[in-house]
């Protein structure tokens, strides 16, 4: 969702509209924060948009500055979101996420007097929902909006009601071209340069820091049958299994190179590395990544032969992730749980061996290392499995708008609700 946010100002911005976004962002942990490097910090605010974009940034605040302390996030932004309105004409403010980011243009909205429109994501409703301060403070907002962007109609009113707030519905749209085009794999060798001040900032404890560093430290040449994972890192997400059943592959010997691009929780990730280097063998054929900014994610599944996504009893039922969409779209053999490869609307269509590689219980991990094994000793046969898994979705998305398309009417959408 945080890559949908960036694709969408910057479609927005491209089709003559002015954005301007309020971020906290660069006070985000540091775990989580993307590793911007070589023209990245340029990009955010590309000069083909011609100023129409730009992003603000909250300021640091000295831990301990209050007590009880905690970092003062939607005041920061009710009080860096105010100021740009009060320099700026704008026509409506977007809000996406509850938290921070919908209840602080709530906020700002009703200081200033501008419309504002709320969009929820999936944890909004399956977690913080449940919270009743929480919630009482999301009805409030969400009765004082504009309008509404609600992606999950059932999943909404069952914990909101009926708010009787106009309904902006986004069209479902085709993945940036980005995803599947032919430009060039990503250069591990330049990511890893970079990386080393990611791995430092993330306070991973001492052990574990020089373990990364060690596997980070041997060449990668790319010869050989390389196996991806991307996204946030934990046990629902599969993560450890997978980890468990690549080290039983590279203990038998078989040759293979993994890359894990990964972001979470300090401790879980510290964890999950740890348990890779805790391996010899898997360890010689590693190389941690950090998490990368959303342009670099498509040249990151070209540089691997095939892309593991194993979320497996995510306590959000109704979690629709699109990792699955966008390795199917790029073309690179998607191997991904039975859990997974049900959610999709396109998910009946998905045929274990032909289009996927569906992996019944990823906690089955002698199971699922035959199953990676078979793929890494036949690369022929996992670029068929992608390339058909690409025709999929290509099928599936021809009826669909592409993404700026989608992004123009979602403009048109909230012009005419403020009407």
């Not at 309105?85 to 977007?94: A, K, R, T």
């Not at 071209?177 to 340069?193: C, Q």
């Not at 001040?197 to 050989?224: E, I």
């Not at 019944?360 to 000793?377: E, Q």
Request: hydrophobic share 45%.
């Amino acid at each position: 969702m945080s890559a949908y946010t960036f694709w969408l100002a910057r479609a927005l911005a491209n089709q003559g509209h002015t954005v301007r976004v309020a971020t906290n962002a660069n006070e985000v942990e540091p775990t989580f924060a993307q590793l911007l490097y070589g023209g990245d910090a340029a990009r955010l605010e590309n000069d083909s948009v011609s100023g129409r974009l730009r992003v603000y940034h909250t300021s640091p605040l000295a831990a301990s500055s209050f007590i009880p302390f905690a970092q003062p996030y939607v005041t920061k932004l009710f009080g860096l979101s105010l100021s740009i309105v009060e320099q700026n004409q704008f026509d409506v403010i977007f809000g996406w996420y509850f938290e921070p980011y919908g209840y602080t243009a709530a906020l700002v909205g009703k200081a200033t007097g501008v419309p504002f429109v709320i969009r929820h994501a999936g944890s909004d409703i399956g977690r913080l929902a449940e919270h009743p301060e929480l919630k009482a403070a999301y009805a409030w907002a969400l009765k004082n909006a504009a309008g509404l962007v609600v992606t999950n109609e059932r999943e909404f009113e069952s914990r909101f009601g009926l708010v009787d707030r106009p309904r902006i519905r986004p069209r479902f749209a085709r993945l940036p071209d980005v995803f599947s085009s032919a430009d060039a794999a990503l250069d591990v060798r330049e990511l890893l340069e970079a990386a080393d001040s990611w791995f430092t900032a993330a306070g991973l404890p001492s052990q574990v820091l020089q373990a990364v560093q060690r596997m980070n430290a041997k060449p990668f040449t790319g010869k050989v049958f390389t196996i991806g994972t991307y996204g946030k890192v934990g046990v629902t997400k599969g993560s450890f299994d997978l980890i468990q059943a690549l080290s039983k592959i590279a203990e038998a010997g078989e040759e293979f190179a993994f890359l894990t691009l990964s972001c979470g929780r300090a401790e879980t990730l510290a964890a999950y590395y740890e348990v890779i280097a805790t391996s010899p063998a898997l360890a010689e054929r590693s190389w941690i990544l950090p998490p990368v900014a959303p342009w670099r994610v498509p040249s990151f599944l070209r540089r691997c032969n095939a892309v593991c996504f194993m979320e497996r009893e995510f306590p959000i039922i109704f979690h629709g992730p699109q990792i699955p969409r966008e390795v199917l779209s790029s073309g690179t053999c998607l191997v991904c749980s039975g859990e997974i490869a049900r959610k999709p609307i396109y998910g009946g269509n998905l045929v274990d061996d032909r289009n996927t590689v569906i992996i019944a219980d990823p906690k089955d991990h002698n199971s699922f290392a035959v199953r990676l094994r078979a793929l890494i000793t036949d690369a022929d046969r996992a670029w068929s499995i992608g390339h058909q898994g690409q025709l999929l979705v290509e099928f599936w998305d021809e009826e669909l708008p592409d993404f700026d398309v989608a992004a123009a009417n979602l403009a048109t959408e909230i012009e005419r609700t403020l009407a």
